[in-house]
């Protein structure tokens, strides 16, 4: 593990190598050295923690996706290819959904809760028989 300083940031950064052989780098968000060595132990704990679990050694939040989805659908969109339903999977996208999950990470997210809160942005009573709901709700 190797702490550093970008040139420009008053934040220390950390470099640590995965089990893969790779190395990520992270920023510890602390300007002190004292307070940028345990943040940067606790990174690079929780990145092990997770290899162990299988996990990707970052988690990568429900914003990232969906900030990634938009700019594919807006692209699309502006190169003709887009389908005219892509402006409304736009919009319940960037109204509903981000504000909702915003920085959770993926996986933490159920279909249970995504069915849930879908249901509930959407006025669907989850009562009803309706196939889909029921099987996302199972």
Known sequence: MVLYRRAGS?????RYKLRTGAWARESTAQAAIE?????ACELYDEAR???KLGLAHKGTTFTAV????L????LEMDAGRGRVIYSSYISVIERYFLPYFGERHLETLTAREIALQSA???GIETRICDPCVEFLLD
């Open 10 to 14: 008053p934040y220390w950064q950390v």
């Open 35 to 39: 307070n940028a060595i345990p943040t």
């Open 49 to 51: 923690f997770r290899q």
């Open 66 to 69: 969906a900030y990634e989805t």
């Open 71 to 74: 700019s594919h659908l807006r």
């Open 120 to 122: 509930n942005q959407f």
